[in-house]
């Protein structure tokens, strides 16, 4: 791979729907109107170039947007083609935010093409997807990475701070909790949720977040998780209202640490915050206690809360703004973290050729978001589908042993283990 000509980042965008409308959009907004700067960088820009999507609907209202504003045009791919078309069309970096189960196509042909790739969250769903993936953007020396928007907010920031700087010390256990409203499986989900579950879907980010926050010594030994069907699809089916996932870990002597994380997609619309997510940590020698929404606000407006405003609205993960100089802004974590990608990418691309490996391994070893460091992870994610998939056959209250000696294996009730990936998981 040769060095751009230009310092300029094209994006190519598969995938828009709700989360390029909250993070995405705004980020290449933000960055037509500013342009971005970093002192050994220099001035670079990233522009939207490209979108695929199923019907190419939304995306016409954002060429539309584009037009308005004097950004650069956007190519507006769509249908069975649509994915070869924006290949084709001549973008840098790829940013895959389709339905969980569409991402490893996408990301594969786009890597298979030479390019970056930014995967939405949960990057892959099996441990096989992802050695594909990471051997391929070894051989085609791009970078391959997946956004956990959660570990940039400023309160997990500052846990990690005082888990890095020994101020918590050790990890015992902990729960988290992520709970939807009932219209986003319903409604903007309609077309993917039959047969996926929320656990998959927001249990991730409080996977990555215990993994890399509290990772290092550790070693992820066990899954098991349950869940209720019913109000999204029917009573025995496929398809989960609602999942509690347990994750287990071993430290070198012996003790071990659990976290329990509950998720749901069937919450009311009219319960007082968009999303509702909480959770607890005890340590050795402290308890952390963090709520996202109620950080403080509260807000009651008459007829408008809590459908169409929220009355403990999260305006750290992306609000909408009258900056004190009068000019409209959209800020926050969610948006910082799409921004840091590309700024990864500009640093891998734009220095002296001689030290392009350097700088592709320096980002590689930034375990926050490369898909190398995602095993544990996707490990768990592999675990609970497979657990999930095995009670709606029937058969519930399977555990998972991700550190059995023939790999990540699968026992039911009663049953010898099923083994789902062969290979050494952690190093
Ligand atoms: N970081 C976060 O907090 C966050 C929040 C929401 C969603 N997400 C993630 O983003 C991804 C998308 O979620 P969403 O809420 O935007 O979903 P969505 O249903 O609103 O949008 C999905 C988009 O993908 C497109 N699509 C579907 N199949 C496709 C295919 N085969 N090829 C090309 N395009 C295809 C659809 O046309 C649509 O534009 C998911 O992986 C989800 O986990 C992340």
């Not at 504003?69 to 840098?92: E, F, H, K, Q, W």
């Amino acid at each position: 791979m040769t060095l751009m000509k230009t310092t300029k980042i094209r994006a190519g965008m598969v995938g828009v729907g709700m989360i390029f409308e909250e993070t995405y959009w705004p980020l290449f907004v933000q960055a037509h109107r500013h342009g971005c700067y970093r002192r050994d960088l220099g001035a670079y820009e990233i522009q939207l170039s490209a979108t695929a999507s199923l019907t190419g609907r939304r995306a016409a209202g954002y060429v539309d947007h584009a037009n308005a504003i004097g950004m650069p045009p956007i190519t507006n791919c769509y249908g069975s083609d649509a994915l070869p078309r924006l290949l084709a069309s001549g973008v840098d970096a790829v940013c895959i935010a389709t339905p969980d189960d569409r991402h490893f196509e996408a990301a594969k042909a786009a890597l298979e093409a030479g390019k970056h790739i930014l995967i939405e969250k949960p990057s892959v769903l099996s441990l096989h997807q992802l050695d594909e993936l990471t051997a391929l953007a070894r051989k085609k020396d791009v970078l391959a990475r997946v956004v956990y928007h959660k570990l940039a907010d400023p309160d997990h920031k500052k846990l990690r701070t005082h888990v890095v700087d020994g101020v918590l010390n050790h990890v015992n256990n902990g729960y988290c909790s992520l709970l939807e409203p009932k219209s986003i499986a319903t409604g903007q989900f309609s077309e993917w949720v039959n047969g996926r579950n929320p656990g998959t879907y927001v249990a991730v980010h409080y996977i990555k977040l215990i993994d890399f926050t509290f990772g290092g010594s550790w070693r992820l030994s066990r899954v098991s998780a349950n869940g209720q069907r019913g109000i999204v699809g029917v009573a025995g089916g496929t398809t989960w209202d609602s999942v509690q996932l347990q994750m287990t870990y071993v430290y070198p002597d012996g003790r071990e640490a659990a976290f329990d994380i509950h998720t749901s997609w069937v919450t009311p619309d009219d319960f007082p915050g968009y999303v509702d997510q909480e959770v607890q940590f005890r340590f050795d020698n402290a308890v952390w206690l963090a709520h996202q929404r109620k950080r403080g606000v509260e807000v009651a407006v008459e007829n408008r809360t809590p459908r169409e405003l929220k009355n403990t609205p999260n305006h750290h993960y992306n609000g909408k703004f009258i900056e004190p100089w009068g000019e409209r802004s959209q800020r926050g974590y969610g948006i910082e973290v799409i921004g840091r990608f590309f700024e990864e990418v500009a640093f891998v691309e734009y220095g002296p050729a001689s030290e392009r490996n350097a700088r592709l391994e320096a980002m590689r070893s930034l375990h926050y978001t490369d898909l190398e460091a995602d095993r544990a992870t996707v490990a768990t994610v592999q675990a609970m589908e497979a657990i999930l998939a095995a009670h709606a056959g029937g058969k519930p209250g399977a555990v998972v042993k991700i550190d059995a000696p023939q790999g990540l294996t699968i026992y039911l009730p009663g049953e010898a283990g099923e083994v789902l990936y062969d290979r050494k998981i952690q190093a």
